[in-house]
């Protein structure tokens, strides 16, 4: 069964350095986004991405961060300079075109900021 | 805006016994609502979904949810608990249209005894 993947599992990091974190969504999905759960908290919606752009962003995705699809199977998420509060999971997520709005998460990437 | 509340962040029941998670939700147009389920470790997998239709959806693992318009509701349920299900639960909302970003709510912690 297809699934989405992300790598690395785990990130650690020194405040201030950029990261990326990386996800191949599924091959035949359209929509791609990016989630992060902060320990202990509820699961956040940071930004959504179709047809090569941003269809939506929230008020965390801030201008420290960006998105892009690099090859055509990656989608990847940089955070320019990382912050202590950036320590969480990062989910990613795609979904297919339609309106039934499933979406498909990977394993989830925990990034921690020291 | 959309918003979801998830009564109790942690339940706990007897193997074998009901289980009943609670989710109110609150949305400016005619929502869809979905239930993820995330074991230790693991993303988020969906269980189940409401989108249009019949109100009462079942889903993965014997698991079913009733979307009530009444009381903004749409719970989840299982008659009988195995220990499996052991996990955190997170519903979701998001609007009708398709592709849209997921509004979770914190979370419940299922907890089986034994």
């Known amino acids: 069964e297809p699934e989405v993947t992300q790598t690395p599992s785990h990130q650690v990091t020194q405040m201030g350095q950029e990261v990326i974190l990386r996800c191949v969504p599924i091959?035949?999905?359209?929509?791609f986004y990016w989630y992060r759960q902060i320990l202990g908290q509820k699961v956040e919606f940071l930004v959504s991405?179709?047809?090569?752009?941003?269809?939506?962003k929230s008020e965390i995705f801030d201008d420290q961060f960006s998105v892009e699809r690099p090859d055509g199977s990656n989608f990847t998420l940089k955070i320019r300079s990382t912050k202590l509060e950036d320590s969480a999971m990062y989910f990613c997520?795609?979904?297919?075109?339609?309106?039934?709005?499933?979406?498909?998460f990977g394993p989830g990437t925990r990034l921690t900021v020291l | 805006a959309q918003s979801v509340t998830q009564l109790g962040s942690h339940v706990s029941v007897s193997e074998g016994a009901l289980v009943l998670l609670r989710c109110n939700y609150s949305?400016?147009?005619?929502?869809?609502l979905f239930w993820y389920v995330q074991y230790p470790n693991q993303g988020l997998q969906l269980l189940l979904k409401?989108?249009?239709?019949?109100?009462l959806v079942k889903g993965i693992n014997g698991f079913e949810a009733e979307f009530k318009k009444s009381e903004t509701s749409f719970h989840l349920t299982k008659p009988s608990a195995h220990m499996s299900d052991a996990a955190e639960y997170f519903c979701a909302v998001s609007e009708v249209f398709g592709n849209e970003k997921l509004t979770f709510g914190t979370g419940t912690r299922l907890t089986i005894i034994p």
């Open positions: 949305s400016s147009v005619p929502p869809y």
């Open positions: 091959s035949n999905h359209l929509y």
């Open positions: 997520a795609s979904g297919s075109s339609g309106v039934n709005n499933e979406q498909f």
């Open positions: 991405f179709y047809n090569n752009e941003i269809s939506e």
């Open positions: 409401y989108t249009t239709g019949a109100t």
